[in-house]
């Protein structure tokens, strides 16, 4: 039980994670520099998807719709996680959590907020980039590795998560991520994004 609670915890935390990281380094392709750049302008659109998520002591799956308009982030999650209900919100300054009838407001502008408030010692903002297949620009990278026949990133280090692109396809004129896997230490997250709107509705 003690386990599932913190796993609840670590999908919500991983749906708004962002990086600090070591020396930047980008690769130098200027296929590489106009795709990032393309993508870089793509700032709303919603994905759907389901994500597996496993760690040394469990492995559950949950289903997603995130949803991005700028900075500010919405996510729905609904699953055998008991997460039916759970929504989440933030702003880049403040996270809202509603789960059934709780309702729970953190204050993510200091550092220490998520450790201080879930336990878990997450940094915050990443995969709404990582998820278009990018680094967070915000962050240092520790390493890129794009694919030397394309301009698609093959993997990502960022604040020692690994990132591996497994699959890519078309959507509305974009190239985006369809399969990718997060992993760091014992906790992996594998992502499977069966739909992108890259236009507001």
Known sequence: ????????????????????????????????????EHLKLLQQWT?????AVRTENT?????FIWQQDNHNTYVQL???LGMGATTIHSDGQTLEIHQGDEHRTIDISNPDAIVLNTGWDLPLQ?????????PAPASKVQRLEPDPQTELLKSLWQDDWEVNYQRYKQFQGFTLPARLQVQRGETRAKIIISDWQTSPK
């Open 1 to 36: 039980m003690i386990a599932s609670k913190q796993l609840k915890l670590w999908l919500i935390m991983l749906l708004l994670t962002g990086c600090s990281g070591l020396d930047q380094r980008e690769p130098a392709s200027t296929r590489w520099q106009t795709h990032s």
């Open 47 to 51: 994905a759907n998807g389901k994500m």
């Open 59 to 63: 492995s559950e799956s949950v289903s």
């Open 78 to 80: 609904s699953g055998p």
């Open 126 to 134: 990443a995969l709404s980039y990582w998820l278009k297949g990018i």
